[in-house]
């Protein structure tokens, strides 16, 4: 394992940022500055064309955060150089009192206690210094393999994306950094019979370097025969049935079920139902459900939020009961709650909003043999493809890929594709009657706030057990 190394432009920045905190903090009520270097790359390779691109999360620059009379005011900056502070300084004094206070929302101060902490992760193989060559290299035997791996392969995809992520934040009473990096991979192959094509993915993610690449390896077969399944695939059958979920789906679940509804900022905008739920019965008492950073080690982790919050591991539903929501600094001020580390940016040019970090159902004792083995009818569902929610209604929609054919308790090989799952969340969760004990989570894309305000999360869980109307 070896050290990710610190961000060189924070590191020489620190000192003037730190100034600006100190001149600003004598003349408003709460200051703080949240600092981002965050740098990667994305590969791909498919036939005989490759190609390199800069990761969509690279962004280099600042925000401030003002507290003065109640009302918080932001202030986004960036190329700045030793010796500029104090400029910086008048430029956000300027700004904040020029601005017209009508329609601000009125604040409490929140107490922040005196701490200092520097993180640093580890990888396996650093992709910052392993190089386009190392990576293509590993990337085109993942390539060449999946070709060899099935009778309709006629092309493949693959794609490796890393990040690295570097943050300080300075306020009067904190000095944090962080630094880790997170690597995403997909395995694409495409598979062709007459006329029919189909296409199918294995995904890889979490902290980590170039191993989560590597990790595909062992995946290649059982993929390229999924997707050779689904030459054969039928559409299902629209009526309500028994499912077992995969942990992919099980993931889908809690991430669109109480992910989104428990966002404590749609709790001020009374946007959520979740928020008269709150100690009361939403699932079957087989469910836990947690929002986790840290230790959790997937593309939703880290060490603070993006308001100096320590990251947090927040229970959310504890034996089918609603315990707690995940929120941002401001909407735990406004609901008189503990910011519970989920305030999140897009980037440091975005305001922070109540955001998932990694979303999962906790395990339970049932095996997936014995889950296969009660259903009379039913599939196996597995393959996220999308998935939405309405956190108002509480209506969940997603479709999977790929559906197992269950009859009289065994796999019959058959199956239907595409699965669309709909229905009423608490409906689902109650439904849930065994649930096995070996988890998985998948951090491979990102999600968006009302389309936009884009993260990095991830979400899994166990096998589980449940009903639902598929279409």
Known sequence: MVKVKNSEFLKRIKPEITKIVRLLENRFDYVSILGT??????????????????????????????????????????????????????KIVKAVEGSDPKGFRQYTLHQEEPLKL???????????????????????????????????????????EWARVAKLFISTAKNLEQTYVWSQAYLIPMVKKENLIKVI?????????????????????????????????EPVIPG???????????????????????????FVKNRALGKEYIGKKVGSSLVTMRDAAFPVRQCGSYRFDDEGVISGNTLIIENGTLKNGISDTLSA??????????GRRESYLHKAYSRMTNTYFEGGNDSVDAMIASVDTGYLIDYTQSGMEDPKNWGLQAIAFIGREIKNGKLTGNIVSPVVMTGYVPDILNNISMISGDMELSGSGYCGKGWKEFVKVSSGGPYIKTKMRLG
């Open 37 to 90: 270097d965050t740098f990667g790359y994305k590969y791909q390779l498919s036939g005989e064309n490759s190609s390199i691109e800069e990761s969509m999360w690279t962004e280099r620059g600042f925000i401030a955060r003002i507290l003065d009379g109640g009302r918080v005011y932001e202030y986004s900056f960036n190329l700045i150089d030793t010796g500029v502070g104090g400029e910086i300084a008048d």
């Open 118 to 160: 520097s993180f640093n992760d580890e990888v396996k193989v650093d992709p910052v210094s392993a190089g386009a060559e190392k990576i293509f290299s590993n990337m085109q035997t993942l390539f060449d393999r999946t070709l060899e791996a099935g009778e309709y392969v006629f092309n493949a995809r693959v794609v490796y």
């Open 201 to 233: 993915y294995a995904a890889a993610s979490g902290i980590g370097g170039l191993e989560i690449l590597k990790s595909l390896e062992n995946r290649i077969e059982s993929t390229v025969a999924d997707a050779e399944l689904l030459l054969s695939a």
């Open 240 to 266: 309500e049935y028994d499912v077992i979920c995969s942990p992919d789906i099980a993931g889908l679940i809690a991430h669109e079920a109480f992910g989104h509804g428990v966002e404590m900022d749609m």
């Open 333 to 342: 001020v406004s609901l008189g709650t503990v910011p519970t580390g989920n």
